[in-house]
């Protein structure tokens, strides 16, 4: 009998691709999300799938699914800086109590549950590379604090269901991920200089541009998790790309892929953005026997293919979320 996981955020960018994994491995999958960031455009190619069925849901309500569970993946939650300035509550409320919920559905069905935790744990890091045993350096009250704060909220009590009840949990923290699917005006780096570039619109830096990301391409990023959940390894573990780039120098690597005769501008660096981040993987690779595959240059040029063929609307539609019914007037 094929094994069944439930997976939430399933219409974004990483949930997206777990359900297509899932699918592909065997499983019966079901997916879920409240669609407040998430596209139904990321898994309409599953929905003739007999092994896959779909509910919007919002998690952070009771969750109540009929019949055995083995596995549970929790990936909703916004994730771009962008969206949880516009939706700070609900960035709080899913990682909180969207995560208690399904820490108890988990326990219920004696499921293992993975939980998306993220390098935003660290903060802006006064430790480089990242391991996992650093504490991390948050400014709880800032702007970044809500998406921040309930991700470790979300470590501690997944870890607290772990020793108090014996169920089976595995924390990823994943850092900076990119390829097809990405919402393209979530505000996050990649998706945004591509659409410039598209657009024929300058290219915005923030800051002086000296701050480092390290890419991960998404499929690396699926495969990383795929083997934790797999794994018995209850501690967090980092899956990312070390790979490590300056905004700057990224931004030239665009101009080259995309060959725009746009030019760099730059603007005010947004409160708390992180000055640094590169994971270290050597947990990852010691315990999962995991590391990425993909390297940068191949990795843009699928995502860039991926944004190239979007519709014009789709490209000059300053966001194609709408919040506007969660927003406080
Ligand atoms: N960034 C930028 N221009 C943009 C969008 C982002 O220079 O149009 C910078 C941002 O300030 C940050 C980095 O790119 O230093 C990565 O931002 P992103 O929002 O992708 O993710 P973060 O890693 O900050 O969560």
Not at 120 to 144: A, C, M, S
Not at 212 to 219: A, G, I, P
Request: proline share 5%; net charge neutral.
């Amino acid at each position: 009998m094929s094994k069944r996981i439930l997976i939430t955020g399933a219409a974004g960018f990483l949930g997206s691709h777990l359900c297509d994994k899932f699918i592909a491995e065997g499983y019966e999958v079901i997916g879920m999300d409240n669609l407040i960031t998430g596209d139904l455009k990321n898994i309409e190619h599953l929905f003739g799938d007999e092994n896959f069925v779909f509910h919007t849901h919002d998690v952070t309500n009771f969750v109540h699914i009929p019949g055995k569970l083995d596995y549970i993946l929790h990936f909703a939650s916004p994730a771009s800086p962008i969206d949880y300035l516009k939706i700070p509550i609900q960035t709080l409320k899913v990682g909180s109590l969207g995560t208690h919920n399904l820490l108890g559905l988990a326990k219920e069905k004696n499921a293992r549950i993975l939980i998306a935790s993220t390098s935003e744990i660290y903060g802006d890091p006064l430790v480089h590379p990242q391991t996992e045993d650093y504490y991390g350096n948050v400014n709880t009250i800032g702007p970044r604090g809500v998406y921040d704060e309930a991700k470790r909220f979300q470590e501690s009590i997944t870890m607290a269901y772990h020793r108090f009840h014996g169920l089976e949990t595995r924390i990823v923290r994943i850092f900076n991920t990119y390829g097809p699917r990405m919402r393209l005006n979530d505000g996050r780096v990649i998706p945004a200089f591509i659409g410039q570039a598209l657009r024929g619109e300058d290219l915005t830096v923030f800051g002086n541009g000296s701050q480092t990301r390290s890419f991960c391409f998404v499929d690396d990023q699926i495969e990383g998790i795929y083997k934790l959940l797999l794994s018995d390894y209850v501690e967090p573990i980092n899956i990312g790309n070390p790979y490590e780039i300056s905004i700057k120098d990224f931004a030239e690597e665009i101009i080259k892929l995309t060959g725009t005769h746009q030019k760099i501008i730059y603007k005010p660096l947004p409160q708390d953005d992180p000055m640094q981040r590169q994971p270290d993987i050597r947990k990852a690779k010691q315990i999962l026997n995991w590391e990425p595959k993909v390297n940068r240059a191949d990795g843009m040029k699928k995502t860039y293919k991926y944004f190239k063929s979007l519709t014009p609307e789709e490209l000059t539609k300053k966001d194609h979320k709408d919040f506007s019914n969660h927003i406080r007037k």
